[in-house]
Every structure is written in structure tokens, then in C-alpha cells.
């Protein structure tokens, strides 16, 4: 059975910094093109960054010099390092695995919340 476990979300100030953590298990982390994704109430899912198997990034216009996505396939791990955090990147940050239209799978979300 496959799992994402993400980690690390909690409450940091304007300016601050997290680093988020998606631990897999039941996929080969490596094969897959790992992503984070972000989704305020009522509002749609959008993407933040992915990762290819290959390393390839790519980032969202408003996180790019901010956010780094970086992947330890020995750990078989995803991680999101946010830094200058601002109040608008407050979301539930959702981890994704990528394979193919049917091995797509997704973590239950943390919270991130940037507030004084």
C-alpha cells in the first residue's frame, strides 16, 4: 500500500522559514516525479514545485527564490525548503507522486500558516 507522510508544517512568522518533509513508502521514490502542491479552503489545488526523477525543478512564479524542492532518494524522501515565508503562503501543503495518469497518489496535507 502505497503512503505519503508529510511533516513539518506549523506556525511561523512573517520572514521565517520551514522545511516540509514527505516520507513514501510502497513506491520507488526515485521512479517518480515528486511534487507539492498547496490548497486554501475553497480554493483550487496549486502547484508550488515538483521534482523530477531526473532532478529536474520547477517552481510556481510566486515561491521561486523563496522555496527549494530537493529529493534523497535513499530515504525515499521529498522535502520543501520555504524560506521569507509571508502571510499568503498560508495553506495546507499537500505531497504528490507522479508516475502516470493511474499511479498518481497524493499525502493527507499539513498545515503551514505565516502570521504574527
Known amino acids: 500500500q502505497v503512503q505519503l507522510v508529510e511533516s513539518g508544517g506549523g506556525l511561523v512568522q512573517p520572514g521565517g522559514s520551514l522545511r516540509l518533509s514527505c516520507a513514501a513508502s510502497?513506491?520507488?521514490?526515485?521512479?517518480?516525479?515528486m511534487g507539492w502542491y498547496r490548497q486554501a479552503p475553497g480554493k483550487q489545488r496549486e502547484l508550488v514545485a515538483t521534482?523530477?526523477?531526473?532532478?529536474?525543478?520547477n517552481y510556481a512564479e510566486s515561491v521561486k527564490g523563496r522555496f527549494t524542492i530537493s529529493r534523497d532518494n535513499y530515504k525515499n524522501t521529498v522535502y520543501l525548503q520555504m524560506n521569507s515565508l509571508k502571510p499568503e503562503d498560508t495553506d495546507v501543503y499537500y505531497c504528490?507522486?507522479?508516475?502516470?495518469?493511474?499511479?498518481?497518489?497524493w499525502g493527507q496535507g499539513t498545515q503551514v500558516t505565516v502570521s504574527s
Open positions: 521534482i523530477t526523477s531526473g532532478s529536474s525543478t
Open positions: 510502497g513506491i520507488i521514490l526515485s521512479a517518480y516525479t
Open positions: 504528490n507522486a507522479r508516475y502516470s495518469a493511474f499511479y498518481d497518489y
